[in-house]
C-alpha cells in the first residue's frame, strides 16, 4: 500500500509542470502575438508622431499669419547670406517663443569672419544653439546639433537644426535662385502679402518638411543620399534634369541640410517643389542655392502648410506639375489634381 501511495505521488508531480513540448507551443504562440501586435503598436507610434509634425506644421503657419497681421506683409530672408536670418527665426513671437526670440540680435550677422574662418557671432550664439521643438518632426532621428565647427564657425560652436522649412517657389526657371525675385512667398529680400497670392491661399504650400543632413560633408557618395546635398559647382543651369546632375561629376557631398532653424541659408531652413516628395535620388546645390525636396520618414507622405493655415499630407505619386504649381503663388493655373 504504501508503494502504491509514492507511486501515485510521482505521478501527480511529473504531471504538474509543462513539458518541453509544451513550453514551446507557448512560447510560439506569445512570438506569433507579439509579431501581430507590433505592427500595430508600431503604427500607433508612428501616427502619434505624424500629428505632432502635423501640429508643428500648423503652429507655424499660425505664427506666419499672425506675423502678416503685424507687419501687413510676410517676412522675407535677408539680403547676404551672414545676415540671411529665416522665416523660423522672424516668426517665433507669433508662435510663443518670445523669449527665445528676445536672444536673436536681428542687426547683429548670424556669423562672422571669412569662408575658412568662420564664428557664430557672439550675440546669436545662444539662440543659434538652442533647439526648437516646433521645428522638429519626431520620425526624424537625426542629431538636431550641428558643429559649427564644419559648416559656420568655431570648434565648440553649434547650431540646432529643423526639418519644417519655408517654400521658396517651384523652383523652375531660375525661380530656384533666392538672390533674384522667385514664383514663391519667400527669397532675400522678399515682401510679399496676402494679396500676391493669386493662385489662392488654399491652394499655396508655406511650409513642408525635410530630413536633416547627416552631419559629414567629403567627396565620398553617401550610403543615404538623402543626408546630403550634392555640389554640382557654378554653373548657371535652368529646369534641370536633377537626377542626372546628381549622378553626374559631383564636387563634394554637403551634409548639413538643415542645420540651423536661425539661419536663412536655402539648404538650412528652405525648400523649394521642384523635385517630388521624398525623391529616390538628392538633392542638389549650386553657390548654396538650388532645388531641395521634401522629405520626410512618414511613409509614402511628407506633411506640409498652406497659406491659409490649413496642414495636408502630400502623396509621394502626386503629379509633378500639380506639386510644382502648388509651390508658385501665382502661376494663374488652377491645380488639376489634389494635393
Known sequence: MARTRTKNKTVRARTAGFT?????????????????LLPAVQAAREAARRTSCSNNHKQCALALQNYHSTFKRFPGIGARSESAFSVL?????????????????????????????????RNNLEAAGTEV???????????????????????????SGTNIMACTGSGRDRSWDLRSRTDGLFYYGSRSRFRDILDGTSQTIVFAESLMGNGISGGSRPV???????????????????????????????????????????YASTF?????????????????????????????????????????????????????NAGSIADREVLQGEL
Not at 522638429?136 to 532621428?141: E, N
Not at 507622405?301 to 499630407?313: K, N, P, W
Open 272 to 324: 523649394n517643389t521642384y523635385m517630388p516628395p521624398n525623391a529616390n535620388y538628392p538633392d542638389v546645390s549650386q553657390l548654396t542655392f538650388g532645388w531641395f525636396a521634401a522629405r520626410s520618414h512618414h511613409p509614402g507622405r511628407v506633411t506640409t502648410a498652406l497659406a491659409d493655415g490649413s496642414v495636408r499630407f502630400v502623396n509621394d505619386s502626386v503629379d509633378l506639375q500639380v506639386w510644382r
Open 133 to 159: 521643438s516646433m521645428f522638429r518632426c519626431p520620425s526624424d532621428p537625426a542629431d538636431a546639433r550641428f558643429s559649427a565647427f564644419d559648416c559656420d564657425g568655431d570648434a565648440g560652436q553649434s547650431y
Open 224 to 266: 543615404h543620399e538623402y543626408e546630403s546635398v550634392a555640389w554640382v559647382g557654378h554653373s548657371t543651369v535652368t529646369n534641370p534634369n536633377v537626377e542626372a546632375m546628381s549622378q553626374g561629376p559631383v564636387w563634394g557631398w554637403y551634409g548639413y541640410r538643415g542645420y540651423a532653424w536661425i539661419s536663412g541659408k536655402p
Open 20 to 36: 518541453l513540448v509544451e513550453l514551446l507551443v507557448v512560447i510560439a504562440i506569445i512570438g506569433i502575438l507579439v509579431g501581430l
Open 89 to 121: 527665426a522672424q516668426i517665433l513671437p507669433y508662435a510663443e517663443h518670445t523669449q527665445l526670440s528676445d536672444l536673436i540680435d536681428f542687426e547683429s550677422p548670424i556669423y562672422t569672419g571669412g569662408y575658412t574662418g568662420r564664428s557664430i557671432h
